[in-house]
């Protein structure tokens, strides 16, 4: 078995030869400027509210130095916007770039800007309670330890993940150790499903998901005005060492209430919306709401370009009418795992209840217009929010966006399949590239016309043409030139933080070279939490089917701490397991404890990994060479916009 990725990719910033906004992105601007409402700045004001202290510098480092964090980098994000950045995704990322820590009321606490997602200190009885600590130990223990700096060398007594994904439990291990909680000293609170939804979708297709998000964050993007600005949820993703520590209580059901260091906590559950784990949790002694990530200042993803399943806007939609049900009446201040806090409990209900409202719409429209035989390109493109939603700030895309959310509930209710017969069987972008190509007078007169549709300011169709000339000719200089300058422009007319980092990533590929993944989430914490059948799963993922067609092989895995057989067979290119008992001998047999077995996943299937990790082999050895000869692990670099 080869080791499934796990380690921290570091990649300087990449710059290219960016160029000035088109004239028709200029214009695009310049009506932005005039039809939104800039003049409204209770954000500007709520961004700000409450604020102790900044970082300075505002830069975090790893133990050897590098620089995994620097949010000083956005020190350019002042005056307004110019034509290079959309001026309601500058808007949004001047809020975002807000660094330092804040007091929500007194008793709660939060540091922003220190990563994509804040972290939340709640004061107990006798030390703080810790929510969602950020993606890396590095920037977590910076922002505990600024917070301890302003408000006394409190310990932490407890951890909450509010949901499943990485950028709220990945830095668990720079405010709390194993060792505590292990103890006892310190519990770690989550919503139930937490740890298999955590851990399957960083492994599974977690070197897929870590390279698409490479480019929808901008993490090796230049910053400046003609490069990243930011991703619209927060300003990007920190390069430190992902972390995990299993929780110890689980929140099961709607209603669950439970008190840490004299902190009372009320729990809803809202399972399958923002993550298919998640919570919510009301302070009722400080009249306080945490949404998580389900009622943020952006209209959020139903489907994230990185990849991910698609989410239930309809539960999403459900979940924030019982927030308000349950919680409106009694609530003065509403803090989100990301951005700002809304406070007065007016306005706390009306900010959940046009999130609550975007959701539904999104949900219900979309299947209107299904049932009227519409697709979702379709859908897309004609359906446009109406002005009550269209006139939040809150509302706005700078992270999902109405094109690919709408998109995402077609996919996610008749899959990708539109019914049109001639697209049940089409060639793929390379076969497809050329041909277009052919019919179109060859790579040299394609580029030609994408000249003129660039000139004219039609970016959208030139990127679909140019795109066909460099899948069908990959070293076509003027196609690959021209499609980064159009990709560039594209960029700097979203006003979705996300969309911006996408086109101007695939310029730098285009015109640089691939830069690699600077996040990979898929840590050796994250792995080690693999249970046996999902460890099982992950080598399965593997299995370069072709090569393994002629194997057959057999193993047996005891593990003695959980008292557990199973049977591992590879037949036909499919690697299967059970737990039922077997009447035949396996090839070979691996005997070790439950840890153990995780750290093969680490070290591989050599003998130097199985005597590291203490695993007993008996039987035929060369069994477990041939499996690993038919392990095809993923690229962490492979080509996004290029073929």
């Not at 994000?77 to 309601?88: F, Y």
């Not at 945490?290 to 994230?304: G, I, S, V, Y």
């Amino acid at each position: 078995m080869q080791a499934i990725c796990c380690y921290r990719c570091e990649y300087p910033s990449m710059t290219s030869a960016a160029h000035a906004a088109h004239p028709s992105v200029t214009q695009q601007q310049t009506e932005l400027r005039e039809r939104l409402p800039f003049s409204d700045t209770q954000d500007f004001d709520d961004a700000t509210r409450g604020l102790i202290a900044r970082r300075v510098p505002g830069a975090v480092t790893a133990e050897d130095g590098t620089v995994v964090w620097d949010n000083d980098t956005y020190a350019f994000l002042e005056g307004d916007a110019p034509d290079t950045v959309n001026p309601s995704l500058w808007r949004q990322s001047r809020l975002v770039a807000e660094q330092g820590l804040f007091e929500v009321v007194e008793g709660i606490y939060q540091v922003r800007g220190l990563d994509l997602s804040n972290v939340t200190f709640v004061e107990g009885a006798t030390g703080v309670l810790v929510i969602d600590p950020l993606i890396s130990t590095e920037t977590a223990a910076a922002a505990l330890a600024l917070y301890r700096e302003h408000r006394g060398e409190r310990p932490v007594t407890g951890v909450l993940y509010t949901h499943s994904h990485a950028d709220h439990f990945g830095g668990v291990k720079g405010v709390t150790t194993q060792e505590d909680v292990d103890a006892g000293r310190v519990p770690v609170i989550a919503p139930e499903g937490f740890t298999e939804h955590a851990v399957a979708e960083n492994v599974y297709a977690g070197t897929a998901m870590a390279r698409r998000a490479a480019y929808m964050y901008g993490a090796a993007l230049a910053r400046g005005p003609r490069g990243s600005v930011g991703a619209g949820l927060g300003q990007t993703t920190s390069t430190g060492t992902v972390t995990l520590i299993p929780p110890t209580l689980f929140i099961t059901e709607t209603g669950q209430e439970e008190t840490v260091d004299g902190i009372r906590m009320v729990f809803q559950m809202a399972p399958n919306t923002e993550a298919p784990a998640e919570l919510l949790i009301h302070f009722p002694d400080l009249r306080a709401l945490c949404t998580a990530e389900d009622a943020t200042h952006t209209m959020h993803n139903l489907l994230t370009l990185r990849g991910a399943v698609v989410r239930d806007p309809h539960a999403w939609s459900q979940a924030l009418t019982e927030s308000v049900d349950l919680f409106g009446t009694s609530t003065d201040v509403a803090f989100a795992s990301h951005h700002w806090p809304t406070w007065g409990q007016e306005r706390v209900v009306a900010f959940l209840e046009i999130q609550r409202d975007l959701y539904g719409y999104l949900h219900d429209q979309s299947l209107r217009l299904i049932n009227k035989g519409w697709t979702g390109s379709e859908i897309a493109e004609h359906l446009e929010l109406p002005p009550a939603l269209e006139s939040a700030w809150s509302t706005h895309g700078y992270y999902g966006s109405v094109s690919h959310n709408l998109k995402a509930v077609y996919q996610r209710y008749m899959g990708w399949f539109d019914g049109n017969p001639a697209h049940l069987w089409q060639h793929p972008p390379t076969e497809a590239g050329k041909r277009y190509v052919e019919f179109m007078g060859g790579a040299d007169a394609v580029v030609g016309k994408a000249r003129g549709s660039y000139e004219e300011g039609d970016f959208r169709w030139a990127a679909e043409v140019l795109s066909h000339v460099v899948f069908a000719e990959p070293g076509h200089a003027a196609a690959r030139a021209l499609l980064a300058d159009v990709l560039e422009q594209l960029g700097y007319g979203a006003e979705n933080g996300t969309w911006r980092n996408f086109y101007l990533s695939g310029a730098v590929e285009l015109r640089d070279g691939r830069f690699g993944t600077p996040t990979v989430a898929a840590s050796p914490d994250i792995v080690a939490n693999l249970t046996p059948t999902m460890l099982f799963d992950a080598i399965a993922i593997q299995i370069d089917g072709p090569r393994a067609w002629d194997e057959k092989l057999t193993f047996d895995v005891h593990l003695t701490d959980a008292d557990e057989r199973y049977r591992l067979r590879l037949r036909n290119g499919v690697l299967s397991y059970t737990a039922a008992p077997q009447r035949t001998p396996a090839d070979a047999t691996l005997t070790c404890t439950v840890p153990a077995l995780s750290a093969l996943a680490a070290t591989g299937l050599t003998p130097e990994g199985l005597d590291r990790a203490g695993v007993r082999v008996e039987g035929d050895a060369s069994a477990l060479q041939r499996l690993t000869s038919v392990l095809d692990p993923g690229d962490q670099d492979f080509p996004v916009v290029t073929p």
